[in-house]
């Protein structure tokens, strides 16, 4: 059974620092990894889908990478401003299963 | 022009009552799911529909009865409400049945069982 760790649950850091989320899960027979931001009572907006034969996206400020054999995605954010704040969430996705397992998330908040 | 729209946003019911909740998506996807998340904020596949045929069904009560009536739309109804189903329940879409391409979220119902 796939397992899917966030580390920390929680973050809170000053503006303008890069910083480091991270996604760890034990089967490494993993095919794609979605990582999303949740924003407080909203819905989960992908930010960006690292497929299996990838090792890492980039979009903006974000870059996401992937390690199959270590168990392991990071999420990047460069230069954080306030409005990074949310909660971010890590999905793990067997396409062979068409099923996935979400992370517990990140709470990220950047202070002004 | 919202992707994956869900109605109502939020839902404030009594223990007992039956309600739905519906999603359509706009997208062109095959593939259809809800999920529940909790107050931890941990999500859970509840069931998916491939071209309006169950393909997920997880351990949930049969008071959950999913319906596709095409592959753009999937509603949920809950029988019986219980305290305990209180959570935001999410509906999702991707391209194909092996999320090759990933999900796309839609913003949520809120539900309160009083």
């Known amino acids: 059974k796939q397992e899917v760790t966030q580390i920390p649950a929680a973050l809170s850091v000053p503006e303008g620092e890069n910083l480091v989320l991270n996604c760890s899960f034990t089967d490494s027979a993993i095919y794609n990894l979605q990582w999303f931001r949740q924003d407080p009572g909203k819905g989960l907006t992908s930010l960006l889908l690292?497929?299996?034969?990838?090792r890492e996206q980039t979009s903006g400020r974000l870059n996401a990478s992937l390690d199959k054999s270590s168990g392991r995605s990071t999420l990047y954010i460069a230069a954080s401003q306030p409005g990074d704040s949310a909660t971010y969430l890590c999905a793990v996705i067997n396409t062979n299963a068409g099923k996935s397992t979400f992370g517990d998330g990140t709470t990220l908040t950047v202070k002004p | 022009d919202t992707a994956v729209s869900q109605t109502p946003k939020y839902l404030v019911t009594q223990m007992g009552n039956d309600k739905s909740i519906k999603c359509e998506q706009n997208?062109?996807?095959?593939?259809m799911y809800w999920y529940k998340q909790d107050s931890k904020k941990f999500l859970k596949i509840m069931f998916s529909?491939?071209?309006?045929?169950?393909?997920i069904n997880e351990t949930v009560p049969n008071r959950f009865s999913p319906k596709s009536p095409d592959k753009a739309h999937l509603n949920l109804h809950i029988n019986s409400l219980e305290l305990g189903d209180s959570a935001v329940y999410f509906c999702a879409s991707s391209q194909d049945v092996g999320l090759n391409y990933g999900y796309t979220f839609g913003s949520g119902t809120r539900l309160t069982v009083v």
């Open positions: 690292i497929q299996s034969s990838q």
């Open positions: 529909y491939n071209n309006k045929e169950l393909i």
């Open positions: 997208l062109g996807h095959d593939t």
